[in-house]
Structures are given as structure tokens and as C-alpha cells.
């Protein structure tokens, strides 16, 4: 069905911006709830921002507000993370998810239950 691939990922110093893209292929985005996700080394997975497939609302994880900025485009098929004010904590492999149905945006981000996974893009803070 859906298939995502994630692109941007790079070695940003601390303080820099970065912008993830998350293209999607084989059903148009416009049907999917898209969720932003990352992993540190030696940590879980986490939610960082969720977008909502039927309106404009996106829900940010509290790490997240106020310094990472998810959109969609659905004509091109593709979302997007920017983020800016970027600590090393915010080192990882960073992944995008497609999700059909769910319950409510927050669940469906803090629950991380996907149909569908993009293999991922790696994000460094260092100086």
C-alpha cells in the first residue's frame, strides 16, 4: 500500500536546523495520518509530532513545541519535520509513519501504532 521514505538527515551543530522530508508512494498521502518518530542510541522509539489526515491539526510531543514544525503537502505527496534550536539530545534516527485509521491525533502519536514505516533518516547534533 504505502510506502515512505525518509530524506534530510544530517551532522548540524547545536543550536542549527534541519529539514526532514517523508515522501510517500503507492497511495496518495492525502488518506494517511502521518506520524514523526525518533530513536536515540540505546533508547526507544518516541513520538515527536503527528499530523492529522482529515484537518490542519498536528500535535507535538512536549520536547517538540516550540522548536519543531511538522506540515504535510498532499499534492506532491510529501511531509515534513522542520527543525530548528537543535540540542544533541536530539540525536537519532529519525522515522516517518503512515497511519489510516485511528482514535485521536494524541493517541494515535503517543501510541505508534503504524501501517506503515519508513526505514528512517540519521539526524546528528555535534559539535
Known amino acids: 500500500q504505502l510506502q515512505l521514505v525518509e530524506s534530510g538527515g544530517a551532522l548540524v551543530q547545536p543550536g542549527g536546523s534541519l529539514r526532514l522530508s517523508c515522501t510517500a508512494s503507492?497511495?496518495?498521502?492525502?488518506?494517511?495520518?502521518i506520524g514523526w518518530f525518533r530513536q536515540a542510541p540505546g533508547k526507544e522509539r518516541e513520538a515527536v509530532a503527528c499530523i492529522s489526515s482529515h484537518d490542519d491539526t498536528i500535535f507535538y510531543v512536549d520536547f517538540a513545541k516550540g522548536r519543531f514544525t511538522a506540515a504535510r503537502n498532499n499534492a506532491v505527496n510529501t511531509a515534513y519535520l522542520q527543525m530548528n534550536s537543535l540540542e544533541p539530545e536530539d540525536t537519532g534516527v529519525y522515522y516517518c509513519?503512515?497511519?489510516?485509521?485511528?482514535?485521536?491525533?494524541?493517541?494515535?502519536?503517543?501510541?505508534?501504532?503504524?501501517?506503515?514505516w519508513g526505514k528512517g533518516t540519521l539526524v546528528t547534533v555535534s559539535s
Open positions: 509513519g503512515g497511519v489510516l485509521a485511528y482514535t485521536t491525533l494524541q493517541n494515535m502519536c503517543l501510541g505508534g501504532v503504524m501501517n506503515s
Open positions: 503507492g497511495s496518495p498521502l492525502k488518506y494517511w495520518g
